[in-house]
């Protein structure tokens, strides 16, 4: 099994950066990527970016292309999301994930396939 426990979540103004933590735990050399959805209320848990533990490959969701970055801390067994210039449409709880199949596999932007999640953070952005 591998636990994952996110940190860093708040509310801010439309412009301001946050910045996420996932820390996983347990088994985590079964698991090939890290990576962050997002769910905001009524809505479908959507793909925003994840990052492959080997060689650092980074896959975005178009809407944070140029403003979020994921980064990875392979010590810590640690992903990080950095967020900057936030929107209000950004608004949503932010769930860290973890795959334990290659994302060859297919299905990279689907959260069926990722099998380990956190507990979830809130992000609030303002107008």
């Known amino acids: 099994q591998v636990q994952l426990v996110e940190s860093g979540g708040g509310l801010v103004q439309a412009g301001a950066s946050l910045r996420l933590s996932c820390a996983a735990s347990?088994?985590?050399?079964?698991?090939?990527?890290m990576g962050w959805f997002r769910q905001a209320p009524g809505k479908e848990r959507d793909f925003v970016a994840i990052i492959t533990w080997n060689v650092g490959s980074t896959y975005y969701t178009d809407s944070v292309k140029g403003r979020f970055t994921i980064s990875r801390d392979n010590a810590k067994n640690t992903v990080y999301l950095q967020m900057n210039s936030l929107r209000p449409e950004d608004t949503a709880v932010y769930y860290c994930a973890a795959r334990s199949t290659p994302l060859a596999a297919g299905g990279k932007y689907d959260y069926t396939r990722y099998n380990y999640w956190g507990q979830g953070t809130q992000v609030t952005v303002s107008s």
């Open positions: 347990g088994r985590t050399f079964s698991t090939y990527a």
